[in-house]
């Protein structure tokens, strides 16, 4: 039998003037596609949505190393954490206070410094957009403590406003697929931080 005839003919190599072509082409097909992803609404409001939440990151950390909304209160009870001693010295670690409302708040001190005395007044100070209590003092100390219930907020902070600056620094947010990646995880943060 003679099979010959149902052969394949050898296919021809393209031409590197052809293969530029094609390139060009498929450049201008993926350009086409990111122009219309810009045109949509959602484009637009998913990237609108991050750049707030970027700004929400970046004044939480603000608030934390600088200045912030201060309120005073008075403590009924105070509960002290030491950790190792240095020179015969102990080094408190946390300081527990409740203030007159019932309220209970974890300074993570890891100094020396004196424990207040009952009654005495305390500081919390919170962020100017979500309100929530990051940093404090105590009055035996002049020092800023963080607020231990604050740590995943700011640990979160920090990490997604990182990811989300490298995120649109390399363009991710052209793709249809990476932006709702990245809003999702801006919504999944913002709401946790409500929550908390």
Known sequence: MNNEGKKRPPRTPLSPE????????KKIREHKKI????????????NVFNVVCFFIYCELVFCFLGPCHYQTHYHTNVIVEYSNSHNHVPTISVIKVTDVNDKQYSFAINDMIEVPPKYAPFEVGKDFLLQKEIKGSVSSSEKQFRIQRASPILFLSVFVAIFSFIFFFYNLNQNPYSLRAITSINAITVFAFILI
């Open 18 to 25: 052809e293969v530029a072509e094609l390139v060009w082409l």
């Open 35 to 46: 122009e219309r992803f810009k045109n949509t609404n959602s484009y637009k409001l998913f």
